[in-house]
């Protein structure tokens, strides 16, 4: 397929800059796979959930990875921090312009920032280097100082209010520069209640870097490739699937990151023997899912509505089908539904 296929127009006023008051009071169209579509509030999902099924969520936690900076001439510098690199404060960043050199961040820390080209010298990589000094205490400059990474087309700053909703209630291990955001429709209270229904609810870990919103620049998807991204579960958790569908139970998993994780251990793990001595199962995955890809643990999927030519978007044609997913988006737009990471969400079933 090409990615112009996963193409579609959207007017600007349905992107959502802001989350809903209630998180879940989100709209949910639910789509079945003979195609039928309802329009629910997610409150309402588990009306469609059923004891004996399992829901698998993504406990990452979002940290505030956008630094701003100054330059010695006033000149701000808008950053990304993508990953550590060394343990020892220095940073893979995003930015733009020409902003190699000295650089003061934090109010009051001295920096530098350094560019440096792979092997090929087809790209440029930039680096921000933090005195030791302040790297030991850097997590709690970041929560002062730094903002969330809300995406590009929210086109505004971040606030202090981001730091929560911009985060899922159950998110525990810090790491992503992204949130999972099929998940920040759920509250504590839904939850108890999914799991008051039968539904057995586990959780892995999946940080989210820039393999998951990195654009498909290339003609045909199958000459593109995923960046990688670090993920863990518990063995046990795929003990537990194992049984779930023994029993005749589905897999419902929350959002594409979730997903792209369990599918990628999947084959060497189903087998794996109880015996086993490894308790917890860790890596990295650039695995890209697209239509003509075969699930093999993931039965439904709870997720939002992606960017044009995404690879979430890709995704979820490759588990609902192409044509039914571009029919759901066109009467999502019609009918108004907020899109992308703080907007509305989708069951598909």
Known sequence: MK????DFDLPHELIASLPSKK???SRMLVLHRDG?????RFFEITDFLEKGDMMLMNNTKVFPARVIGKKAGGQTVDMLLVRETNGKGTWEILCKGNVDGPVTVFDDVNAEIESHYSGDQAEKKRYLRIPESAAAGLNDLLWKYGYMPLPPYIKRMPEDADKERYQTVYAERQG??????????FTDRLINKIRDKGICVRFLTLHIG????KPVRCESLEDHRMDAEYFELNKSVMQELREVRRRGGRLISVGTTTTRALESVWDGLKDESP????????GVTDIFIYPGYRFKAVDCLLTNFHLPRSTPLMLVSALAGFDKISRAYREAV???????SYGDAMLIL
């Open 275 to 282: 015996d086993s001595p490894r308790t917890s199962i860790s």
């Open 210 to 213: 820039t393999g998951t919103f």
């Open 334 to 340: 019609a009918m108004d539904y907020r899109f992308f």
């Open 176 to 185: 992503s520069i992204a949130a999972p955001t099929a998940g920040l429709h």
């Open 36 to 40: 039928t579509v309802e329009h629910k």
């Open 23 to 25: 998180r879940d009071y």
């Open 3 to 6: 990615t112009a296929d996963f």
